[in-house]
């Protein structure tokens, strides 16, 4: 395959910007373009619902580069201009405000937009974290907020709870599971996550369907939840999921199903790649596609989109990782534990808020957690390598070796 | 090259010490980056560089002329 003479990204997140600097760092000097639809500088979004919303960080250090080093990458940056249609037989990217952008490899990287559901929207008080200008308008609303109602108890709902019961508003924390992040991390370790936040006087609505929003003068009042009763709340914050922004690429030609549907090299049609949150792609030592909503996938990744761009032949076989830092704990998660895996301690001790455990389903390793033990989490995850990075390694680290 | 890191940044995931793991460690207590060589030789460079691009807090800074 020959080098493309200019490379088109489409989402300035921190995929997007990997992207970019994964080509400046390979030797790529072409053109290079990158699309963002917010207005502002990349921006990190793991601190959004923690040290931005508490206030221990300004906006400006989300910021993921300086200047200075966005400038030495010698890229065109186009923020603020929102893709609105891609033609993948001619790699033609048309913005909202009429402008065309043809490029010889054009990457998807415009990463995912909050779920809204239409029970949870349009009175004032009700909030949704996506953007860092969420994380500003929602803090506002949170240092006067007495009575907040987080639903959603996947990881951001969780975190956001946390955060906001630091900053001293009587919380509720309410989902459809039997306790926070049960998906994310089983039933055992979901029951230590609802104890901690039971323990720092989060109220836990746990197996609660929410009917709606009760309302007066155009603000919210209350939760509505099945079977009766409500939730009161001067605050609501919506953390009921996300969906791929992947609109913009209907009549594209490339397939979108939960995502862009890419192949292990995560290309998802000749010359058109994607990556991040938005890509669904094959993940062969699994053998089937997934799509990770993790900060570190979408730079692994990115670097993988990168190689394969310059005619590398890489395949995205990553180990998921993501962490989660709540009420002074810091939790990672190495893998994807299955419904059926059961967990077991291998180092420290729950009952000293300290330790590390593996999940095995029919006697294989499938994931390994970290209960503030970040380093000692990450030596287990060797164990992971067999089910979900086989060897040969990637390129990269044959070449440094 | 020269590197620096942002302690109050890092999130502990340990990608840099992954990658490369002569140059980067983690403290024992709360995963919390170590430097364990802030000038290293040329040939851990592009490790380096990988590990400053991939790493989730944007908390490795390299001055690639020092």
Known sequence: MSTPSGVLVVGAGAAGLAVVEGLRRKGYRERITLLGEEAGLPYDRPPLSKQVLAGAWEAGRTQLRTRDVLDALDAEFLLGERASALDDATRTVRTASGRELKADAVVVATGLRARRLPGLTGPAGVHVLRTLDDATRLRGELLEARRVVVVGDGVLGAEIAATARLMGSEVTLTGPQAAPMRAQLGHEAAGLLAALHTGHGVRLRPDTLVEGLETSGGRVTGVRVAGGGTIPADLVVAAVGSTPATDWLAGSGLDLEDGVVCDSRCRAADGVYAAGDVARFHHEALGRSLRLENRTSATEQAMVVAANILGEDRPYSPVPYFWTDQLGVKIQVYGLPTPTATMHVVEGDPAQGRFVARYDDEGHPVAVLGWSMPKQARLHRQHLLDRYAPAPPPASAATQR | ?66
């Open chain 2, 1 to 66: 090259m020269k590197i620096t890191v942002d302690e109050e940044k890092c999130c502990g995931a340990g990608q840099c010490v992954l990658i490369a793991p002569e140059v980067f460690d983690q403290r024992d207590e709360d995963g919390i980056v170590v430097l364990l060589d802030a000038a290293p030789p040329a040939d851990r460079h592009e490790g380096v560089r990988e590990s400053a691009d991939l790493c989730p807090a944007a908390a490795i800074h390299l001055h690639e002329d020092a």
